[in-house]
């Protein structure tokens, strides 16, 4: 349940809602009233005898509206999420990659690279903890291949919008039968799914734990004030 929070916030939190509304310079040009000459500026000449009045040179200039009310320049959402957002600009690395991927929607060439570096190295390792046999080199090859699409499954579920693959389907995919895919492939994807929501479930914990500390900071401040 608290995972399945977390992730509701981090998908609040880092969704484009700036897009959705104007920034302060926006807002403070919209509220000019435009190019005008709204005065007439006088300069005094003095002489040894008297002081002369005369028109000077006009300036032209934006002049702002008189607000009656205030209003904030972030909605009340993006304020209350900020504090996620903080979390996640503290995370390097794998993390980071697959925060931004996953949760920001963030398309960034090195995200994706990062993310199937780390699945691959977490996929070798859980292998040779395994009771599976040594890869040959040509599955070595395509179970490789297979790893971004493991982590677009994963993503898929994170979304809500879950892609659905059978047997069948990865089997035409990788141009392999039915046999060489339940001996040789079945098992190593599965492991390959496993990786991911283990990489995912990982980031929500740490960002879980990073949060309460947070949380727990800003009480004491709360209460020391």
Known sequence: MQGEYVRQQLR??????PSGQKNQIVIMAESATGDRHLEKPSRTVET?????VIDAEKVRYRQGKKYTQNKVLISEETFRTGVWRQLVNKMTGAHLSW?????AENLEFDHQMIICK??????????????HKKMAK???EIVNRMV???????????????????AADLCRLIR??????????A??????LSVCEDLDNEVIGYVARQHKTESDIRRRARVLM
Not at 99 to 103: F, G, Q, R, S
Not at 118 to 131: G, H, N, T
Request: charged share 25%.
């Open 12 to 17: 609040a939190a880092l969704f484009d809602m």
């Open 48 to 52: 040894d005898d008297a002081a002369v």
């Open 99 to 103: 925060v931004k991927y996953c949760y």
């Open 118 to 131: 780390e699945v691959w190295e977490r996929f070798q390792e859980k292998a040779k903890d395994s009771s």
């Open 138 to 140: 040509k599955t070595y």
């Open 148 to 166: 971004w699409l493991a982590a677009q499954i994963a993503v898929s579920k994170i979304r809500g919008v879950p892609l659905e693959y059978k």
């Open 176 to 185: 392999i039968s039915p046999d060489n895919w339940l001996h040789n492939y």
């Open 187 to 192: 098992p190593r994807w599965a492991m390959l």
